[in-house]
Every structure is written in C-alpha cells, then in structure tokens.
C-alpha cells in the first residue's frame, strides 16, 4: 500500500526544519528583547471559542467530530484563542495589562475543495493597550523582527478599519455592501460599471483610489469634500506616521491603503499587511472588541497584534538561509565487539567538549576504507579508532 499525505499537508524534513528554526530563533529573541512572553494555547477548541463571534468564517476551520454536542475544531489562527485564554484573567486591575504575549506554533485551514492546510505562524499580541504608543510599538516591533531577518524589500500596507468603514458610510446606504466588495476585491471596473448617481460614482473611485505615500494620501483626503467629519481618524494616522518617521522607520516601507480589508472580521482600528516580492509574510491589526466576545460579562480590552507567516518568509528569505545541516565533527568506530564500551565511553567523553559539533557512533564493524568513505560522504572530518584495550587513535581526514 503506498501512503500518501493528504492534500495540502508535508513532511519538513532536517533542511526544512533547520530553516525554520533560523528564522524562529530571530523572531523570538526581537519579541523577547521588546518583553513578549511566550504562551501556548491547545490546538483543539470548540468551534464556537475560534470562530471568534462570527469574525472568523466557520467554514474555514477544520472540524473534528466529537461525542458532545460542541463541535471542536483545529485553530486557524491564534488571536481568538489568546483573547479567549485573557479576556477574564485581565480584570479590572490596572497592574494587569497590559500583557505581551507570543506563539509560535503550527495552524491549519480549510481550503477550497475540501483540501487542508498546516503552516506556521509566530506572532504577538498586546493586550489592553489603545493608543498611539500602542499602534506604534507594534509597527516597530514587526519592522524590528523583519530587520533582524535581514528581509530585503518588504513594506506595510497599513489601512484602518474604522476610517474605512467611516468613509463607505458617508455613501447612501443602499450602495454601501456592492461598494464594500468592490473594495474588497480591488475591482475597479465594477464600480464603473455600477448604476450610480455621478457624485456618489465620483466618490467611490476616489475610495478605490486611497492608496500611496501615507502624507500625500491623507493631505488628499483632510482636503476631500466628503470627510470634513472625520477629522479625528485622519489626524491619528498623521501623528501615527510622524512617530514611524521619527523613531527611524523609513518612509518608504510603508504604503497607505484606506481600501485594505482583512480576511477575519474583527479589526477596529489600524489593519497592516506586509508583501514582500508577492509574498504576504505578515498580517495583524488592532481589535478593540474581540475580548468582551469572551469576557462573561462581555467587558473588552483594547487590543492589536500580528502574525509572521513562516512558510511565506521561508520563501521570500530563500538565499539567505542555511543550505546544508550542520555536520558531526567526529566519528567513533569500535575496532572490534569488544571495543564497543570503551567505544560508547570516549564518544561520551567527546560529547563534553563544548567546541564539537555532535559525535556519532559507527554501528557496524566494516573495513578501514568503508568506513572513511562513510565519514567523507556524510562530511564528517575526524574519526576516532577505539581498540578492546581502551587505546584511541584519531585520524583526520582529508
Ligand atoms: N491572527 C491574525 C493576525 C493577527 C494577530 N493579531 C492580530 N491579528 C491572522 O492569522 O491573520
């Protein structure tokens, strides 16, 4: 019988496994290095617990039978899953929050046709903090963790969900669900096509428009005849941009996008991707109600986080990573049977040596030469002859 996976899943094999502790290594020491403390949420959980209130489309979970009436599900992200685990351990105690917390593990979507998918993610949220510092410390904090991974080209498309959600408000509203997908979609051609009033027209191709430098972008918009109300919004994401500039963060990596949506349905404020050569290798956003959804008294906490996507930034980084595993530095042969304890006692005593790199054993008695063929083909440069009587000889191999 040959078996084979199902669709959409994969072994990582050494190499695999060796690049992505490259790059989860660097993720995790810039998380620490900013006070992220790591937490692990069970990758089952009902259903109901990751659909997040409806934010996150049901569909889309793998579900698993189960002998209670919950169905349980496998997590397809990690941000319901921390503010469930939060929401009641936050209280009304100031000294609480507010909590940095990230993960790092594997999670798994339905996809079109029945399929599945595991990948990775490492991630962060900041729990029950609002506000410009807030908003900040996590757009640095994902540039620093990019920067330590030395990514080349990559920029955030930031948007706002409610400054995007405000300004399709200001369209009459039997035209505001179409407009909304036709955002979504980044589907120009239907809004032309679209049976409107001019003005409302006019409007919303300047909505599908919404996209460039974020200064030239929003002196557009401070100046549009249609959001004189929403002055608050548009001065936020001023100030929001002055402290990316100022604390260093280049202009240039960060697009402005007011037609940017999310997948899950729970963004309240600033909402970000980062594309990287047609690679999506992070996504997050600010949810500032997805907390009281959990709380049993439905109490929110201001929150806002983000997650890497592993398997994305494997790819965009390729030339970058380690290409071969690292190699024994030594291997010890018993010269014969009764060699083999004294064998296993020297590779031990190597094995103290805090300069070498692992130490094998060989297992089986072959000649001399097949034994350094062995050595050679598998990159290992030193060999350790152990005899019956405790004598070692060690041989360098060229
Ligand atoms: N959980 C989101 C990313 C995110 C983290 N925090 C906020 N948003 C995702 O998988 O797309």
Redesign the pocket.
Known sequence: MVHQLPTGAKDLLPLDVAQKRWIESRIQQVFQLWGYQRIITPTIEHLRSLTAGGAVDPESVIQLPSNSSDVLGLR?????SIARAYAARLGSHVATCPQRIYYNAN?FRRRGNNTSEESF?A???LLGASGLMADGEILMLLAESLDRLELQNWQIILGDARLTTALLDLLPEQYRTKVRQCLANLDRVAIAEMDLPTDVKGYAIELIDLRGKPKDLLSRLSTSAWTSGLTGEINYLKSLIDLWESTGGNSDRLILDLSFM???D??TGIVFEVACDNYVVA?????DHLLGVYHPHNVSYPS????LNLEELQQALQSRLPQTLTNSSYLVVAKEPDAVQAAFAHAAQLRQSSDLEAVELELQFRAVEAVRDQARSRGIPKIAWVSSDGAIVSETLN
């Open positions: 397809p992200e990690f941000t319901a999670v993610q991630g962060v949220e999310q997948t899950f729970y963004y996504q997050g956003g600010r949810y806002i986080g983000f997650c």
